[in-house]
Every structure is written in C-alpha cells, then in structure tokens.
Nanobody, 122 residues
Framework: QVQLVESGGGLVQPGGSLSLSCAAS????????MAWYRQAPGKQRELVAS???????NYADSVKGRFTMSRDNAKNAVYLQMDSLKPDDTAVYYC????????????????WGQGTQVTVSS
C-alpha cells in the first residue's frame, strides 16, 4: 500500500519561509515522479512544483524563484522549500506520487498525501 505523509505546514508571516516534507512508502521511489499541489478555499487544486526521477524540476509561474523542490532517494522523501511567502500562498499543500508500487505484481501507483495546511498571514 502506497502512503505519502506530509509535514512541515503552519502559520508564517508574509515574507517568511517554510519547508514541507513528504515521506513515501510502498513505492519504488527512484522510479517515481513526485509533485506538490495546493488547494486554496474555493479554488481548484493546482500544481505547484514537480520533480522527475532524474531530478528535473518544474514550477508554477506563481512560485518560480521563491520555491525549491528537491528529492532524496535514500530517504524516500521530497521537500518543498518555500521562501518569500505571500498571503496568496495560503492553501492546503498535497504531495503526489506517480510511479510503481513496491508490491508484487508491480502496478502503476498514483497516490496523494493527506495534505498539510500553510497559512501566510500577519
């Protein structure tokens, strides 16, 4: 069973920083593309950042230059460093995995974490 567990959300003032973590299990992590999404109240879920198995990253225009996504295959984890936070960054942030399950037989696994709240407010 694939599990994604996010941590690191919280309340921060505008201009501040937060770092999110997502720990994955039940998946062949080195073969898994990972992403962070967010959903603000009343809005659709949107892609924030993604990282491929080879380490290539992509970012939404709204976070380019402020957010940095990374992965550690040894720890089966991805991270999202968020700097220069703005009130518009307030949302529930979700970790997403698109890869192969570690069970047998291996199957494509598309999974979501439970989400972690990020609130940017003075």
């Amino acid at each position: 069973q694939v599990q994604l567990v996010e941590s690191g959300g919280g309340l921060v003032q505008p201009g501040g920083s937060l770092s999110l973590s997502c720990a994955a299990s039940g998946i062949i992590f080195r073969l898994t593309n990972m992403a962070w999404y967010r959903q603000a109240p009343g809005k659709q879920r949107e892609l924030v950042a993604s990282i491929t198995t080879g380490g290539t990253t992509n970012y939404a225009d709204s976070v380019k230059g402020r957010f940095t996504m990374s992965r550690d295959n040894a720890k089966n984890a991805v991270y999202l460093q968020m700097d220069s936070l703005k009130p518009d960054d307030t949302a529930v942030y979700y970790c997403n995995a698109d890869g192969i399950s570690s069970g047998w037989p291996p199957n494509r696994a598309l999974s979501w974490g439970q989400g972690t709240q990020v609130t940017v407010s003075s």
